[in-house]
């Protein structure tokens, strides 16, 4: 395989999976939001690398202080009434 045609697919590849996040992280935030939980969760158990947990703090969530009943991304609350 030429090494352009290895950098096409490498390219590619990486918009596909970009662009599935992207779509997983509007239609689905609350299973986003639990499998980054269980990712960091297991990145951060005590006795592992440095590297390790440090990668697992940037990938846990934010923390909320109250979830709403569609999974906590705090965008969908009463907007304050606009002014005339």
Known sequence: MEAGLLLQYLIIAMA??????VVLKKQFPGVVR??????AVRLLRPGTE???QSLGR???PPATGSAGACGGCDSCGPSPPKAH
């Open 16 to 21: 596909v999976l970009v662009s599935a996040w």
């Open 58 to 60: 940037r990938i846990a």
């Open 34 to 39: 639990k499998a980054r939980g269980a990712i």
């Open 50 to 52: 440095g590297w390790r």
